[in-house]
């Protein structure tokens, strides 16, 4: 039988993910229903830690109507999407079918279930290199991968979707670098293969990497290594609240980039991993990766000002400190 209507009761895909997981927890405390539709192929079913589990595909555009229609919720906050800037350059039609096609079957199944509101993952990787830092919402769309371009093209079905329909409002969340842990280390970053930085720099630390790979140091920045903005994941699942609260407020469809304002080098990010875990753990400077823009900063005026959003945890060292706490706690052997 369908639910009843209710603000609350909200649908999260990938809601078994690294950032998902954090957003369910939030949501929960928060008072919301949720209802997380995962097909585990990267998620953990112990990292949800509210409300229910679905297990579906995104691919499965029937399977995914009838969840919306019988849940009714009042939003779908869609996080379920390939991650990884470097496969995408050597996979790209993985991109594209999970990013965009998979987007496609959502949007579609919302509209059949008659699910009006959006929250979308989206990415900075959408500007390419950026002509401006801190590059603002406006800036051209310009992505120099694959993973950017298949969020670019899901932005743009959202925007369209939006224009011809006055029933369906969204916010595209454009998240700089996604890192550190719940405060609580109740939950974390858990991938079988993790390839982002800081979480590599921690393994290595715990030796689990024999050692850490600096990607590039013949970048245009001040010591040759990438620089990005790197938002502790607690803050960004606040940003998620506050802009499900904007939508409800009855705010019209638009676009936010999530990162705090200034950017640290893959040197500074290191040295500060070194001084967190206390350990000298091995580094060797390779050749740059393909699609690895120079330098990502946001402009985090907008988020601020319209969705009066209060990040907590803007320092790399609170980042670094509670992505380790996790890591060490993945090591322990789990309590009988
Ligand atoms: N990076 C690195 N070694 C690693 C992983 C990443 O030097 O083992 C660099 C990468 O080239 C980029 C920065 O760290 O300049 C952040 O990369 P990450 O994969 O964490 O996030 P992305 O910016 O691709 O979203």
């Known amino acids: 039988m369908n639910r009843p209507f209710s603000p609350t009761r909200v649908v999260v895909t990938g809601g078994a993910g690294y950032i998902g997981s954090h957003v369910v927890l939030a949501l929960g405390e928060a008072g919301y229903d949720v209802l997380t539709y995962d097909n585990l192929s990267t998620g953990n079913r112990d990292a949800i830690l509210s409300g229910e589990l679905v297990v579906g595909d995104l691919a499965d555009r029937d399977h995914l109507t009838r969840v919306l229609t019988e849940f009714n919720p009042a939003a779908v906050l869609h996080f379920a999407a390939s991650i990884e800037v470097g496969e995408s350059v050597t ?31 989206s990415t900075a990787a959408v500007y390419g290199n950026p002509v401006q830092l801190p590059v603002t919402e406006d800036a051209p769309l310009q992505p120099i991968n694959p993973y950017g371009a298949s969020k670019m093209m899901t932005e743009r079905f959202l925007a369209d979707l939006a224009r011809a329909n006055t029933d369906f409002r969204y ?66 699942a606040q940003a998620h609240l506050d802009a499900l609260n904007y939508l409800t407020a009855g705010h019209s469809s638009t676009v936010f980039n999530c990162g705090y304002g200034h950017g640290f080098s893959v040197s500074d990010v290191v040295a500060v991993a070194k001084k967190v875990t206390g350990i000298d753990f091995p580094v060797e400077e390779t050749a740059r990766r393909e699609g690895d823009p120079a330098e990502l900063i946001a402009g985090c005026g907008k988020i601020r000002k319209q969705l009066d959003w209060q990040p907590r945890f803007d320092d790399l060292e609170v980042i670094l400190r509670t992505a380790w706490e996790w890591e060490k706690k993945l090591m322990r052997p789990s309590t009988l």
Do not use: W
Not at 215 to 236: K, Q, S
């Open 91 to 121: 996979d790209p039609l993985k991109y594209y079918r999970n990013n965009s096609a998979n987007a496609l079957n959502l949007l579609e199944a919302l509209r059949s279930s008659g699910t009006g509101k959006m929250i979308f993952s």
């Open 171 to 236: 916010v595209a969340l454009r998240y700089f670098n996604v890192a550190g842990a719940d405060p609580e280390a109740r939950l974390g970053q858990d991938y079988a293969n993790p390839t982002h930085l800081i979480t590599r720099a921690l393994k290595t630390a715990l030796g689990i990497f024999p050692k850490l790979q600096v990607f590039g140091t013949d970048y245009p920045t001040a010591d040759g290594t990438c620089i990005r903005d790197y938002i502790h994941v607690a803050d960004l």
